[in-house]
């Protein structure tokens, strides 16, 4: 037992990188080798959540046909917390609940309309998968643009409008092609800078989307599309703590709904919920909501003639907060949604908390927002699964955790723990992880590696080290485990297939590149 050594390490790191998501690897060692390195015949469990960002580093370990970059053959006794992806090769702790029928997709599919979703690769998960109700397949029907994100940059604070121009072109041309009678885009910009601490770089990110957006709705409007404007979630709006400490998290903002339909100037009710996008957008075009969707249509009155073609645009991350103090969509020249929203039909919806399927009071995120707006009725994310299994005991008999402690126990062998080191994620908790090293003490295993993610979002300056000293405090109280490794999310939970980046974590976790960090010398 080592104590308190990675989390001073941490703390030391933070003179060279101002970014916990950047951070370099760090692995510990006893002065001649890594200690703790991924080996054949071990067993590991990727506890993180959500899983867009997992699939990557999950194919590098556990698939023996990987050839993105060198990868040593190993028989690894796999688990996940839920499933990542379909046909990986892994033990599921938490899979999917069925299938989400009905959404928005699927009903314009079975309605005979054809539909196309433009946006970047950077959120083209969201636009596809949780939209569609965790389906990666299209619909009949169904078409997808993604235009390619820029790999000439390393943070988007070096380029703030992203790929949005391209986004643009190809919603123009869809908005004249009449094959496609919904049109969906989403423009990720306020999101993707909003985690990065650059208050001039998000201005730029939320004048560039105003912009845009005008554009595209002028266009639409000629067309004579109906057109919605919204967001999935909250960020930049509430930027500090109430301490004044920067947060680059998400919210538990309102976000805006603004609906643009010809001359009726339908009535909007208060008080609505992203779950009431799906049935105002059927309530819209004339097609039957599905008794499945118990979200309600937006629309009080007024909506007169179904439309013909409807244009949806998602702002991603964009909040709304009537306060402009530490409000950096309202510090920006936004005319576009100004006029909107005191010209347009518009009320706000709530796109956090249970609204979204997530525990009471915590922040939305694109996920849960992309998932609410397309499924029409609110499904209890995989957070709020877990908690229940951890309060009734049922976490301590998933056959997926015991399965791949069991085998690791009985050869002797190590149990690795891959994961964000968080609260607030929307990829996972340390709370989770301390739940499965109370199971893997159960088990009577004797080596436990545990290797941490760090990435501040929504979290306080530093966080990242006082959650490791958690787990070091953690592995004491249990007399088991050690934090062996600790690495930037920015490096271990890509989802645009920047193997550079994947192979650096690959390199820390099984052949223990990066500084070493010698217990007697911290």
């Known amino acids: 037992m080592y104590g308190n050594v990675m989390s001073q390490a941490v703390r030391e790191a933070y003179k060279r990188v101002d970014d916990e998501e950047m951070m370099e690897p760090m692995v510990l060692s006893d002065g001649t080798r890594p200690r703790g390195r991924i080996d054949d015949g071990d067993s590991a469990i990727f506890y ?22 060198p990868v040593r053959p190993m028989d690894l006794s796999f688990a996940t917390m839920i499933q990542y992806r379909e046909g990986l090769n892994v033990r599921v702790a938490f899979p999917p609940e069925g299938t989400i029928s009905d959404t928005l997709s699927e009903c314009i599919s079975k309605a005979g309309k054809g539909q196309v979703k433009i946006t970047e690769m950077e959120k083209a998960v969201h636009l596809g998968y949780f939209l569609n109700g965790k389906k990666g397949d299209c619909f009949e029907g169904e078409e997808r643009i993604t235009v390619p994100t ?30 496609y009678e919904l049109v969906v885009t989403n423009y990720p910009n306020v999101d993707v800078l909003g985690h990065i601490e650059n208050p001039r770089a998000i201005n730029e990110a939320v004048e560039t989307v105003d912009r845009e957006t005008g554009v595209i709705i002028d266009e639409a409007l000629k067309e004579g599309m109906t057109v919605i404007v919204t967001a999935d979630h ?30 009726e100037n339908p009535r909007l009710r208060q008080g609505g919920e992203l779950t009431d996008i799906a049935p105002t957008i059927l309530h819209l075009m004339g097609i039957e909501k599905p008794a499945v969707m118990t979200g309600r249509s937006l629309i009080e009155a007024g909506v007169g003639e179904p439309c013909h073609r409807l244009l949806l645009v998602i702002l991603d991350g964009w909040g709304f907060s009537e306060k402009t103090e530490g409000n950096l969509i309202a510090h920006a020249r936004t005319p576009v949604m100004d006029r909107l929203m005191d010209t347009a039909p518009a009320t706000t919806l709530k796109a956090s908390g249970t609204a979204v399927g997530l525990p009471e009071g915590t922040v939305g995120n694109s996920e849960a927002g992309h998932l609410h707006i397309g499924a029409g009725r609110r499904i209890n994310s995989d957070s709020v699964r877990i908690q229940c299994a951890i309060e009734d005991g049922s976490f301590f008999e998933n056959d997926a955790f015991l399965h ?19 609260f607030f994620s929307s990829h996972g908790s340390v709370d989770n992880l301390f739940r499965i090293m109370e199971l893997a003490k159960r088990e009577g295993l004797t080596d436990v590696c545990i290797h941490a993610m760090l990435g501040r979002r929504g979290e306080q300056p530093e966080s990242g080290a006082l959650y490791i000293e958690r787990i070091e405090q953690k592995c004491e109280e249990l007399e088991l485990g050690q934090v062996v490794s600790v690495i930037g999310r920015y490096w271990s939970m890509d989802r645009e297939e920047n193997w550079d980046r994947i192979e650096k974590t690959y390199r820390m976790l099984v052949h223990g590149e990066g500084t070493p960090v010698y217990p007697d010398r911290v």
Do not use: C
């Open 234 to 263: 909250g960020t930049v709006e509430k930027w500090y703590y109430p301490d004044g400490v920067i947060d680059t998290g998400h919210t538990d903002s309102l976000v805006p709904f603004v609906l643009l339909h010809g001359a």
């Open 150 to 179: 820029r790999k000439d940059v390393v943070l988007f604070d070096e380029a703030p409008q992203m790929s949005i121009d391209e986004i643009t072109a190809a919603v123009i041309e869809t908005i004249h092609d009449e094959r």
């Open 48 to 69: 993180n959540i959500r899983g867009e960002r997992e699939i990557e580093l999950t194919e590098s370990l556990t698939d023996g046909t990987f050839d993105k970059f």
């Open 404 to 422: 791949v402690m069991r085998r690791a126990r009985d050869r002797g062998a190590a149990l690795h723990l891959l994961g964000i080191v968080s």
